[in-house]
């Protein structure tokens, strides 16, 4: 029989918090996707995710942190799920990228430009994040497309996909664009193919 090892109050102690702090990240996005940034404060995020303002406040001091860590969480989440996906031909990566700019994490990311764009202090905090998030979508493309980007023209053509996932992503913000977009992604596809050889 062997030894058993008593069990510490701080291993649940410390699920707990991580647990919390996942829920609070996930009830931000989910918030700023449907409410935008003056209908998102941290008291109605702490509603959302069954914790107390204070709990909240704990795991993120002010607003900003709170927002800009769940934008982060979220395109972390994201890119662990493109970086899993099987290398499967262009047109099932080009669809996979452009999702990326088409579901709530997009509403989410987009609400908290267009406050960055008036709040000063969120500003730099903003920016800095969407430059990491963009040179890992970009890093994760290059890879997933198997494209050699020392061949001229390559690593623009890349960036020219995702700057046309992001406009597919704001044609959807307002109105359903499932079936043209469709059709975009076969037509890029098709591009990229010709491009990247």
């Known amino acids: 029989m062997g030894v058993l090892t008593p069990p510490t109050d701080r291993t649940p102690k410390q699920d707990r918090s991580r647990a919390t702090r996942r829920g609070l990240l996930e009830a931000a996005v989910a918030c700023l996707a449907e409410h935008g940034w003056a209908g998102s404060t941290v008291s109605v995020v702490a509603e959302r995710a069954?914790?107390?303002?204070?709990?909240?406040?704990h795991h993120f001091p002010t607003r900003e942190d709170l927002f800009?860590?769940?934008?982060?969480y979220v395109a972390e989440e994201r890119s662990a799920a493109l970086r899993a996906l099987p290398v499967q031909g262009r047109t099932a990566v080009v669809a996979a990228l452009v999702d990326l700019y088409t579901g709530p994490l997009f509403r989410a990311a987009l609400q908290l430009w267009v406050a960055a764009s008036n709040e000063e202090q969120l500003r730099p905090?903003?920016?800095?994040?969407?430059?990491?998030?963009g040179r890992e979508t970009h890093r994760i493309a290059v890879e997933l497309l198997a494209a050699d980007e020392t061949r001229p023209g390559v690593r623009e053509s890349v960036q020219g996909l995702l700057d046309m996932a992001r406009g597919l992503g704001l044609a959807n913000v307002l109105t359903d664009d499932t079936a043209r977009r469709r059709k975009v992604v076969a037509q890029w596809a098709a591009l990229l193919d010709e491009a990247l050889g």
């Open 50 to 57: 069954g914790v107390s303002r204070g709990a909240a406040q």
């Open 68 to 72: 800009t860590a769940a934008v982060e």
């Open 125 to 133: 905090r903003v920016t800095e994040l969407e430059a990491r998030v």
